[in-house]
């Protein structure tokens, strides 16, 4: 993977920021109860209209904006009731969906056994495959099916959490063919009796669309799904050396596109009257019938709790879509948490039960309905971080370092240097160039340092937003995160005199982190 191009893209960037949301059609407004497909756009109620309390949705709106969300909307009868966006992130950004990728190339498969493309779930990869030579073949690679894939059960030897550096995915990644690099995975177990999940399982089940279509997961999905279904915010990222679409992550959408994807689900495999995927494989999602060690149920690459009558695709930093048949709602979330964060789910779904009272109409509530209003709109209001440890203005050091251009030894960001100005007005600004060609060259931006963020110019990979404070009398941290993405970025500046004494400022040590668990340490020196 481009590390450096993935992390220094993503400080500068921009989307259109607002989508409408259009009234009820005339059909709709003369049945309120009547289920409206949001092909073109979602229909709006109260909570009231479709049988919730609006005055706890107001107060789960509220939690979970003290969580690192980004968004938070909730779907019921076909109508968005409620619609919150935390900032900085904001309505119509398309958001890294992380694994949620997984089960939209799990509905891609569904869509090919529809059409008649594959036979069976119980069809044998390695014969879907044969026409490749294929390593550490054995009985029970022989023995792994698409069902396998799909339920995380393939049996094939595979390490993966936190993307490390020695983990099977980063590994595939690395592999100048990956689908083969997946094939080729010596077997750890028999298939279909352990689950263990693991990012080859869906990379291989893109492949077979490319395989079986002729197109891209990418390509197949924009005809099959995305098109049939409105969703038009979809962005995939670059597909692999051989043209297969990463099929366990690089999706992303809006939150009223997943909405849509969800509310496919929730119409067991319908839309507009018509079948998009088998309603049987909607009801074997729901069921999972496969047990995992967190106490989830998963198939068909989607996550449940048949317990509370839910099922879900999830992804890393909070990325959801829940999925209630029994209360006809689709719930999204988005954020970016860290591994160790999140809402729990099973709360999740307990809070928005308790905000179910009835499935015919309530009397309207103007008091709960203005608490609601009011906790959507605080949502949207800036939340100030840790402020700048020592002002600009007074800092000896920042006027030392201010300006001044610090050539960096070779990374693997390919950063070639760094400059930062304290005193640029209205704001700070920041500076970097990079070993690359125009016009990503250059990368350049501002920053706060009164604790809350400043957005940066729009740029083709999405909106940065970013602030900074003083830790100490010589180390600077910067906070950065590109909105829509899941993961966000510290970069903490240590400034010194290249020997260790009192006058810092020759020289800068630069340690990158971010919440996807990249670790990098940078040295530059001041030039003259």
Do not use: C
């Amino acid at each position: 993977m481009r590390l450096w191009l993935a992390v220094l893209a993503a400080l500068v960037a921009g989307f259109p920021l607002f989508a409408p949301i259009a009234a009820p059609s005339t059909a709709q407004a003369r049945d309120p109860q009547a289920k409206p497909w949001p092909t073109e756009s979602w229909s709006v109620s109260t909570p009231e209209e479709q049988g919730m309390d609006s005055a706890r949705l107001a107060r789960l709106v509220e939690t979970i904006g003290t969580y690192r969300q980004d968004s938070f909307l909730i779907v019921r009868n076909g109508r968005i009731v409620a619609d919150a966006y935390y900032a900085p992130f904001a309505p119509g950004i398309s958001h890294d969906q992380r694994s949620i990728t997984k089960s939209v190339v799990g509905t891609l498969t569904a869509i090919q056994l529809h059409k008649g493309m594959l036979d069976s779930v119980d069809q044998r990869v390695m014969d879907l495959f044969s026409d490749r030579k294929i390593e550490n073949v054995d009985d029970w690679k022989k023995a792994m099916t698409i069902q396998s894939l799909l339920d995380m059960t393939s049996g094939m030897d595979w390490r993966e959490k936190h993307y490390t550096p020695d983990e099977t995915l980063m590994q595939m990644f690395r592999s100048p063919n990956r689908t083969a690099f997946v094939l080729d995975r010596p077997m750890a177990r028999e298939p279909g009796t352990t689950f263990n999940y693991g990012g080859g399982n869906p990379y291989l089940l893109s492949a077979l669309i490319n395989q079986k279509s002729g197109k891209s997961a990418q390509d197949f999905a924009m005809k099959e799904l995305f098109g049939p279904l409105g969703i038009k915010s979809a962005r995939w990222g670059n597909n692999d050396v051989n043209g297969v679409t990463d099929g366990q992550s690089g999706l992303f959408l809006s939150p009223h596109d997943m909405a849509r994807f969800g509310y496919l689900y929730l119409r067991n495999g319908q839309w507009e009257g018509k079948q998009i995927i088998p309603s049987a494989w909607v009801e074997r999602a729901k069921e999972g019938k496969v047990v995992t060690p967190g106490g989830f149920h998963y198939a068909n690459l989607w996550w449940s709790l048949p317990g509370r009558g839910a099922f879900m695709a999830r992804g890393r930093h909070s990325q959801l879509i829940v999925v209630i048949p029994r209360l006809d709602v689709v719930a999204v979330m988005t954020g970016v948490m860290l591994d160790g964060e999140y809402y729990p789910i099973a709360s999740l779904i307990d809070d928005i039960t308790s905000a179910v009272k009835s499935d015919e109409p309530l009397s309207a509530n103007p008091a709960g309905l203005a608490l609601l209003t009011g906790a959507i709109h605080q949502a949207t209001v800036a939340k100030p971080g840790p402020a700048a440890g020592v002002a600009p203005g007074s800092s000896d050091l920042a006027k030392t370092v201010s300006g001044k251009v610090y050539r960096l030894a070779d990374n693997v960001l390919r950063m070639k240097s760094i400059r930062l100005n304290f005193f640029d007005q209205p704001d700070p600004t920041w500076e970097v160039m990079l070993h690359a060609d125009p016009p990503t060259d250059r990368l350049a931006g501002v920053f706060g340092t009164d604790g809350f963020y400043r957005t940066n110019p729009p740029a083709p990979s999405g909106t940065s937003v970013i602030r900074g404070r003083w830790l100490d009398d010589r180390t600077f941290e910067m906070d950065s995160r590109t909105l829509g993405r899941g993961e966000t970025q510290t970069w903490t500046l240590t400034f010194d005199d290249g020997t260790g004494g009192d006058k810092p400022g020759d020289t800068v040590k630069i340690k990158f982190e971010n919440t996807d668990g990249a670790k990098i340490e940078i040295g530059g020196a001041a030039s003259d």
